[in-house]
């Protein structure tokens, strides 16, 4: 009997989502129909109304729409152009050296955007057409632009560790931003690692030698755009201001250097607003229907039903970080990432902590494990991103995307086993 609610939950959240119901409503009718087997529908409706309304009321939820304007803001205000120039200087001139400059900038861009989306579209768009006039296989492209976009994910800021943090009951989200710089950085060397082999394998040109004095000047050009970051992590770090603060502060400092590079007119406003508006719309729905489930997850003992499934197999802790890996990445292929994480942080956070497992480390594993699933069919968003952006087919691609998979899963065990990774730089600020 125990197992019924968990039953009805999924069964009926597959099915929904089977017969393409969108993600969101899913979430939130298989939430209503599991609440209805122990609650009369107009109370069980009720309830998950105000659970989708208590959901959003957070006040570290704010970030989310003002990192989202950000970062439309610096797609069309010029920003990603000098941090892709910038990038080529660096990387360029070495052979294949465009595939490096896609990581390269897909990390500073995400980095400073927060969204695998927007980077995807961005350093895709930009960098797509010059790869294949020089040469470069147009689905290689694709598959680096694919998975190097979701390093932002992980290198802070980034929306998706503020809904951990709010997931997890109040991980401080400082911490998660400064943890996430290294394994960021870890799993785009790692792909530039796996670039380097096909480089070599289909003897990829190299581009122009960049003097010093070139190299120097577009770095000044992109060094307005960088300092964002230093603006942005040092004030949280620092204490001065929040992440809530620090994305409005974010918004006003992209905005102002879109105008100071004359790329962005008054008239494009309205429709960057409305962009920002749509993006976040759908988010906060997913948001709001996740954690309604949540809640009848936590109401039903779903989540400690699973847990004690989970211990019955073994409470060796390798085991159960294996098992929860495996699970994540079954997971990411059909759920987008959000709901997977407001859903699941819930029910294996007290496992992993009960364990010994640091949640700032867990995190940090649970979003790179979900990275994955952005990049697979059949729901994976930056996948059709990129493959859209390069104007070719799925098909296509999976065969480079392979071993670019590879390195991302090889990272991921590797940031699992040593938690030192992920938790020296909090530490060592005092996190």
């Keep these: 009997m125990e197992y019924i609610s968990i039953i009805i ?28 087997v122990s609650v009369a529908f107009v109370p069980s409706a009720t309830t998950i109304a105000q659970r989708m309304g208590t959901g959003l009321d957070s006040f570290s939820l704010l970030a989310i729409p003002f990192f989202v304007l950000a970062g ?18 660096i990387t360029g001139r070495l052979p294949g050296g465009l595939l490096y400059v896609n990581v390269i900038a897909a990390m500073l861009f995400g980095a400073i955007a927060g969204s695998a ?37 992980i290198i802070p800021p980034s929306n998706i560790l503020i809904v951990y943090s709010l997931a997890s009951g109040g991980v401080s989200i400082a911490a998660l931003f400064v943890a996430g710089y290294v394994p960021g950085i870890f799993i785009g060397l790692l792909l530039m690692l796996t670039a380097a082999i096909f480089i070599k394998r289909k003897n990829l040109p190299g581009g122009t030698k960049t003097s010093v004095k070139e190299l120097t000047a577009k770095f000044f050009r992109a060094f307005p755009s960088l300092m964002l970051l230093v603006v942005v992590m ?18 006003i400092y992209t905005l102002g250097l879109s105008f100071f590079y004359r790329e962005l007119k008054w008239r494009e406003l309205p429709a960057i607003l409305l962009k920002s ?9 997913l948001i709001a229907t ?50 997977a994480v407001l859903i699941f942080t819930p029910i294996f956070l007290p496992i ?29 968003s930056v996948l059709f991103i990129g493959v859209g952006v390069a104007q070719t087919s799925i098909e296509k691609v999976v065969k480079p995307l392979l071993p670019f998979f590879v390195a991302m899963i090889i990272g991921l065990i590797v940031i699992t086993a040593w938690p030192g990774l992920t938790l020296w730089l909090p530490r060592l600020f005092g996190l």
């Design 234 to 251: 040092g004030g949280i770090v620092g204490g001065v201001f929040t992440a809530t603060e620090a994305s409005a502060i974010a918004v």
């Design 72 to 89: 439309e803001i610096m797609n069309r205000g010029g920003i990603a152009n000098r941090l892709i120039e910038l990038a080529k200087a």
């Design 117 to 153: 989306a927007a980077a995807a579209s961005a350093i895709g768009g930009i960098l797509g057409k010059r790869m294949e006039k020089e040469g470069y296989p147009k689905e290689l492209g694709a598959a680096v632009n694919i998975t190097s976009s979701t390093t932002g994910l």
């Design 290 to 339: 996740s954690m309604s489930m949540s809640w009848v997850m936590s109401s039903e003992d779903i989540p400690q039903s699973i847990s004690s499934a989970l211990l019955s197999v073994s409470d060796n802790v390798w085991v159960v970080l294996l098992l929860i890996n495996l699970l994540l990445l079954f997971v990411g292929i059909f759920m987008d990432m959000t709901p």
């Design 352 to 380: 992993v902590t009960a364990l010994g497992i640091d949640p700032v480390h867990f995190g940090i594993i649970m979003i790179l494990n979900l990275c994955i699933g952005l990049c697979t069919p059949p729901v994976g």
């Design 277 to 285: 508006s749509e993006t976040t719309a759908i988010v906060m729905l």
């Design 9 to 36: 939950l999924v069964l009926t959240f597959i099915t929904l989502m089977g017969i393409g119901v969108p993600v969101a409503w899913s979430l939130g009718l298989s939430s209503l129909l599991t609440l209805m």
